[in-house]
Every structure is written in structure tokens, then in C-alpha cells.
């Protein structure tokens, strides 16, 4: 999933790039997560299309992040399914409305606009303007934990990476990775491997001899371990060394005590994602306790045109339950039917008998004799 | 917003929690355990977990246990005190401190 990040990324620069001016819109959906997907659908049903942008470079929010594997029993009509299984069911429910999804980016920015209409933009710089605002930030974007070594932060970007946007830039370096999970050891394997982004040695760092990634890759990097390709230590860091203001190396505290010096030219962390708030705190909206406070007719925020659902809202009596969410998914897009439309009549459609919602939804209307 | 350790888990540490936790915001001392509070997500799964109920919400701290909210930030960060993630025994005489109060003294940072 990892090393699809950086490709993804690639693309999303690019199509930001194509675009002179902000892309217009009706609605722009702030999370990926299972509302933010279902509240393509109900937008979709209404005929309102979306573009979701979200911080990770892959659908499903903390279904992917927090739990893929672990099986959820609370939703309507289905028994059982992981949190993998409701993304990949969500996805292919809301495949007729193509929506645009924008990955691996936080929105930074939204402000109203004088015809009313709200500016949006991204840390990646997309931008857009939109009619409407659905934030589905669950408990907000999930962001890289750091590695809290005194004074290293000076090295982000420059030596010290939490995530590999370009794999070239890692070619023919001296790398270490730091971390035991999935990321940590893909990257690991995937620089020790000849092709274009060979390393030049990879060490990688871990603080036991135990990981939680995929037995098959821990297997794969023993291998190359035996075979003097790579080498693994078992750790932490604990401090660095620099020389003309640059970082030439970490020093490693062993289960032993002892502390070496591990030098390096590129440092990689992956400690995992742990979610953050950011910048929806400073948008001017009412905020209680990391929620934002909505009213329970239609999902709205304080400022009309920002609705907001699942996770990141509270009201009287709030459970945080995805199936709470999908009922304020549907709530706030008819809520915000009359900002998009201001001369349509909004009539309650039902998808079993709705030749209109047969045509959105792409399938043939049933005939009964 | 975030969970808070109370007292109760001085000298007993049953680490149930921690199993539970889908972020692994739990910090391990000595002889208790304490949450990050900036790794928390409310998520409140932890709670029913404890056997002694030592995890509280931050608005529903009680009142003589306000001093383990800043107690949680302060040692969260502490040189020595380190991520748990699994599940482990509990210290050996845990069963003979669940039910004391006052353990604040016996707090080992």
C-alpha cells in the first residue's frame, strides 16, 4: 500500500498542475472514511457531485488505518465484514456518482467567498471552489508519528523522511529505516532489491526483534541479513551525529545498554499514523472539545454551507457509530440541496422505485406485470 | 481531549488496556501506566477494559484525581517511560493494591 504512495502522489501533483484556476464544484468532501464515501452516495442520489480529498493516499480512514482486519458487527444488514470489506462495499456503491478523489493531502484553507461560494485548498495546492462543504474528518488526518530525538528535527525533509515521495531520491544512498511494520520493511526490502532505486547499503532499525509487518517480508529481510545485503539492529535512537551541519549519524542503544554510532547519509521513520486535528481548529467553526458542533436536522456547522458528518461531529445524545453517520450522510445532503439547487424542488426518492434514481444510480428500472 | 490514568493503577499495572487500544497511545512506568494525550483519539474503548476503572475520560475525571491529567501529559513524555502495545502480567502484588486509595505516594516515576 506504501509503495503506491509515492506513484499516487505523483499523479495527484500532476492533475493540480493541469488545472490553472480552482476547480469549481458543487461539493467538496473533507475524509475518505466510511462517511465521507457514503456521503458521496447521498449526494449522488440528489445529483450532486463531489470531489473528497483525504491525507492518506488510499480510501478508508481509520477502517484501513486502525482496524483492516478486524470485523465490525454494528453495520445495518451485514452480519459481519473488516474494515477492509466496508471500504472496498462502499466504493463500489458509490462507483456510479464519480466522484474525484484528491489523496495524500489536508485541507490548509476555506474561506467563504463574497458570491458565497467557499475557497478550499490543500497542502498540495489543489485547489477549488465549491458550493458546499461536507467535513468527514473522522478524528482527524492521519499524520506520521515522529521520532522525538532532541534537535533532529532540523534534518526534516533534507535527511530525515517520515514517508519516500520519490524512491530516486533514495538511489544509491546510505539509508537507514527505522520502525518493525509493514512500511518500514517494504521500503527496507524494496531499496535492498537491485533496479533504479538501489541503495547503496540499507541498516534497519527496530526496537525488538519482534515486527508486526507481514511474516513473509520479516522472512525475506532475514534472508538478506544472512547474506551480508542488509543488516538489522535491534534499538533505538537515542541521539545523532552531525558534521558540517549535516546529519552523518544516529546513535542506536541496544537491548544491551551499549550505544553505537550507525552512519547514514538518508534517515527513513515509520512509527505509523496517528491522527490530528490540523487545521479545521482555525476555520472559524464552532468547536467543542475536537468536535464540531452540528445541529441535528441537517448536519450543519455554525457557517451554513459547511455541514458535518461521523466522527468529528457532536450533538445531544452523540454515539460515534458509522451508522450514525451514514443517517447524517443523508441529513446533510438534503440540508445542502437548496444551497446547490436554490429553484429545484427537492422531492424524497426512494431507490426501489424512482425510474429518476434509476438513471443516477446507472441501472435498468425493474418492470413488474 | 484525551483519556486519563487515574490513581487506581499505582502498584497493580494490569495492562488490559493496552491490548485494546488502536492507536497505542499507553505508556508504561514502574509501577503504572499512563495515556499520551496526544496520541489519544477518545476512542473510550479502554475504560470498560480496566478491572480496577482507573481510565477516565477528561471531562469525567473525579475530583481528587485532577492532578493525573497534567500527571499523564508530564509522564507520558518522561525519559524511561515507553510505548506498551501487548498485554503483559501484572505486577505481583497487583491484587493487594486494587482497592487501596491514596497510592499517589507510592507512584515510582
Known sequence: MNLMDAQINRQVIATAAQHDGPIETDAVIVGAGPVGLFQVFELGLLEIKAHVIDSLAYPGGQCIELYPDKPIYDIPAVPVCTGKELTDSLLKQIQPFGATFHFGQEVSTVERQQDGRFYVETSRGTRFLTKTIFIAAGVGAFQPKLLRVEGLSRFDDTQLFYRVRNPADFAGKNIVVVGGGDSALDWALNFVNDGPNKAESVILIHRRDGFKAAPASVAKMKALCDSYEMQFIVGQITGYDEKDRRLVGVKVTGADGITRVVPLDLLLVFFGLSPKLGPIAEWGLDIERKQLRVDTEKFSTNTPGIFAVGDINTYPGKKKLILSGFHECALAAFGAAPIIFPDKKIHLQYTTTSPKLHKVLGVESPVFD | ?109
Open chain 2, 1 to 109: 481531549m484525551t483519556h486519563i490514568v487515574s490513581e487506581s493503577c499505582i502498584r497493580c499495572k494490569y495492562t488490559d488496556c493496552v491490548d485494546v487500544c488502536p492507536v497505542d497511545c499507553f505508556r508504561e512506568g514502574p509501577n503504572m501506566l499512563v495515556i499520551d494525550p496526544d496520541e489519544c483519539i477518545d476512542c473510550a474503548v479502554c475504560i470498560p477494559e480496566c478491572p480496577v476503572n482507573a481510565i477516565y475520560a477528561e471531562e469525567d475525571v473525579p475530583a481528587d484525581q485532577m492532578k493525573f491529567i497534567a500527571l499523564n501529559i508530564e509522564l507520558s513524555s518522561a525519559a524511561g517511560w515507553k510505548s506498551i502495545t501487548k498485554r503483559k502480567p501484572a505486577l505481583p502484588d497487583a491484587d493487594e493494591w486494587k482497592d487501596k486509595t491514596g497510592k499517589l505516594a507510592e507512584l515510582v516515576r
